[in-house]
């Protein structure tokens, strides 16, 4: 059974830094994708940043130039480190990750910037 478990999340000010960490676990072969998505109170769910096996990495515009996503291969993790963040990046933020050919989710993790 193949499992993501986030940490990270909670709250900060506008211009604050949060780092968002999610582990993968269980059997596992090989992971293409891992990345990160989030969803705001009535908005749909939007893709943040996407880390590929390669290392290629593509960002949302929105948060292109604050928000830096990584991975540590050895030990199935990716990383969402997110710097000067803005009321307006508030979200349940969710990692996730094509692990043996299947897409897997965290169980999401709310970020609040708030004053």
């Known amino acids: 059974q193949v499992q993501l478990v986030e940490s990270g999340g909670g709250l900060v000010q506008p211009g604050g830094s949060l780092r968002l960490s999610c582990a993968a676990s269980g059997t596992i072969f090989s992971i293409y994708a891992m990345g990160w998505y989030r969803q705001a109170p009535g908005k749909q769910r939007e893709l943040v940043a996407a880390v590929m096996s390669g290392g290629n990495t593509n960002y949302a515009d929105s948060v292109k130039g604050r928000f830096t996503s990584s991975r540590d291969n050895a030990k199935n993790m990716v990383y969402l480190v997110m710097n000067s963040l803005k009321p307006e990046d508030t979200a349940v933020y969710s990692c996730?990750?094509?692990?043996?050919?299947?897409?897997?989710w965290g169980q999401g993790t709310q970020v609040t910037v708030s004053a």
């Open positions: 996730y990750a094509y692990i043996n050919g299947t897409r897997y």
